[in-house]
């Protein structure tokens, strides 16, 4: 999907400029853009259209499908409500005492056990910053200068742009054009394209560092991206390397536990010729993130804070396990389909794929996943 109105006036080909020239005017442009947010004539085709019918869910998305809403909000019954208040107090006592509840802390398995069952969506933005250390590894006023760099040196700035553009504009946050919250979607992007060359930009971090952006501020989010980024039990830095080499390393991985797990169905999908990118890239890169069923996202990316990449190919896992059924009297065409549409023509248990998850981590053992 290429944005439709790049290219017009302002931003017209200079054919007397250099590449180099050319793109720092077309960054300069953008920047100055997103400096003035919503004070300024945008673009009708910029802004998304939603019919006068449509309603927003509990997670701030915009529903023009009344079955789709429907399906969304049976999830969350009033005694759901009044358990997450009281499991929100319970909460807040851990943080207040997270040198004994957090990681190396003597309670930690009672932490552990309570994020699987989900982390209070008031509380999910400050637990996420703990679990990734974001605190400890900020540098104060480092962000604000990378962002100043970005603005004058980014590579990135075009694609970044063009991303933003199409990432969560179905989201109350993300729908107006040049908002706060997609000023700040480029500012952290711009920074971290930056702040880490090697990696720079790829398509899906945006996903990513929007899902952060609604939990936390600009600042929080681009130390939580850094860390996931940098840190070993994440490693997100080299899923997104040229070539993606970690990325096919993890498939690999994947495919030998496929074959230990569910061994059946690894030899289906051979005899079918099913290639793992063929469906799995987007669940690897953004550790199944979406939309369709963002309450079941949220939880898988609960436990992904806590335990790190292994819990991806967990839910993988458990996913084919809960479905293999169906997969197995499916050929070819059939089998890609319903993967790459799981979440939005299937409902999950949450709590009891959570508990697939757990069990299966702990079956399976680090080592298996090195």
Not at 77 to 82: F, G, L
Not at 246 to 254: G, M, S, V
């Amino acid at each position: 999907e290429k944005n439709p109105g790049f290219g017009k006036n302002k931003q017209d080909k200079d054919l007397s400029l250099s590449p180099e020239e050319e793109n720092a005017r077309i960054r300069a442009e953008l920047v100055e853009k997103y400096r003035n947010g919503r004070a300024q004539v945008i673009e009708d085709w910029e802004e998304p259209e939603f019919p006068l019918y449509a309603k927003m869910d509990r997670h701030g998305f915009i529903r023009d499908d009344a079955r789709s809403l429907q399906r969304i909000e049976a999830k969350k019954t009033r005694k759901d409500v009044d358990t997450e208040r009281a499991r929100t107090l319970k909460w807040t006592e851990m943080l207040r005492q997270w040198d004994e509840f957090g990681p190396g802390g003597a309670k930690f398995k009672k932490l552990r056990s309570r994020i699987y069952k989900g982390i209070p969506d008031s509380l999910r933005g400050t637990v996420w910053t703990r679990l990734l250390g974001a605190e400890q590894v900020a540098q104060e006023g480092l962000y604000p200068e990378l962002v100043r760099v970005g603005a004058r040196q980014g590579a990135h700035t075009h694609q970044i742009d063009l991303d933003i553009n199409r990432t969560f504009r179905d989201h109350l946050m993300f729908r107006d054009r040049y908002s706060v919250k997609q000023q700040h979607l480029f500012n952290v992007l711009q920074a971290y394209s930056v702040h880490n060359t090697e990696v720079g930009y790829c398509q899906g971090m945006a996903g990513i560092v929007a899902l952060l952006l609604m939990y936390m501020d600009e600042e929080e989010a681009f130390w939580c991206l850094v860390q996931m980024f940098a840190n070993e039990r994440h490693g997100m830095a080299a899923m997104y390397l040229p070539g993606f080499p970690k990325l096919i390393d993890r498939f690999e991985r994947y495919e030998q536990l496929m074959q230990q797990v569910v061994p059946g169905l690894h030899t289906h999908f051979a005899n079918e010729n099913i290639m793992t990118s063929a469906y799995a890239t987007k669940w690897f890169l953004q550790a199944f993130l979406n939309k369709e069923d963002f309450s079941a996202a949220l939880r898988i990316w609960d436990v992904f804070l806590l335990e790190g990449f292994n819990v991806v190919i967990c839910v993988a896992l458990v996913l084919l396990k809960l479905h293999k059924n169906t997969l197995f009297a499916m050929p070819f065409e059939d089998i890609i389909d319903f993967l790459l549409n799981l979440f939005e023509r299937e409902d999950h248990d949450e709590q009891a794929l959570m508990d697939g998850v757990d069990k299966l981590l702990v079956k399976l053992k680090p080592k298996a996943f090195a």
